[in-house]
């Protein structure tokens, strides 16, 4: 079984001023939860190399065991070094795809044309598709092959309004998640901030916030019969 993993190429948390990327966590929890399954693991991004982390997910408040064991697996860190470019992915070579957020997926990811692509061939494709946290945002162009969007329709969650006013952003993001997807016709789901919540319908997996991230892909690997 192979997996794609697709990771932001944005560094620019809007006109702050201040940096943004991927959020470690996000990336680090599905990425061992694929690895020990057996999965065969391909980290992209639309400008390929190092991708950029957001630092606040650097904290030591935002560490888990998956983060610490990432600080001492090369293997894992040179994969993250060296993500391949997005528009040399082809949806037929992998089984399932997975989008972990941070805040940089919403100016890059949510607008590529490839990203848009790779995510509309895999779902018609019948394979699964997961996005975490922010990363449901890259739905928002995608669309089914019936020229609808994908969400449209289905339970869905990702980062809750309330969850981006307590980071005090909801100002600064180009688009709300929740607000997205409920207008593209998602039927949008929450729980209280930071609990974790992860949805499935059909081969569409959403989660709504980092603490969500692991059974967001336990989920995908569910689907995957692994």
């Known amino acids: 079984m192979k ?26 929890a599905p990425y061992y939860i694929f690895h020990d399954a057996g999965l065969e693991i391909t980290l992209a991004s639309p400008k390929g190399g190092q991708p950029p ?3 606040k997910s650097d904290d030591a408040d935002a560490q888990t065991q998956d983060t610490e064991r990432f600080r ?10 060296n993500t391949v470019k997005l528009e040399t992915l082809k949806a037929d070579d992998f089984d399932a795809v997975f989008y972990p957020g941070g805040h940089g997926p919403l100016w890059d990811l949510a607008e590529d044309p490839r990203s848009i692509a790779l995510i509309e061939q895999t779902f018609a494709a019948g394979k699964p598709v ?6 449901p945002g890259v739905l928002r162009h995608a669309k089914k ?6 969400v449209a329709g289905k339970r869905v969650t990702g980062f809750s309004n309330s969850e981006e006013e307590a980071v005090q952003l909801t100002a600064v993001v180009p688009f709300l998640v929740e607000d997205e997807l409920k207008r ?3 039927n949008y789901e929450k729980v209280d901030d ?15 916030n980092p603490g969500s991230s692991a059974v967001t892909a336990q989920n995908v690997l569910k689907l995957l019969n692994c």
């Open 3 to 28: 997996i794609v993993m697709v990771l932001t190429s944005h560094d620019k948390l809007g006109d702050t001023g201040k940096p943004t990327g991927f959020w470690l966590e996000e990336l680090v």
């Open 145 to 150: 092959p019936d020229g609808t969007p994908l």
């Open 72 to 81: 001492t697996d090369r293997a894992a860190q040179q994969a993250l070094a």
């Open 53 to 55: 982390l957001d630092p």
């Open 194 to 208: 930071w609990q974790s919540l992860s949805i499935i319908d059909g081969h569409l997996i959403t989660g709504q």
């Open 130 to 135: 997961g996005a975490v946290c922010h990363a």
């Open 184 to 186: 593209l016709g998602g």
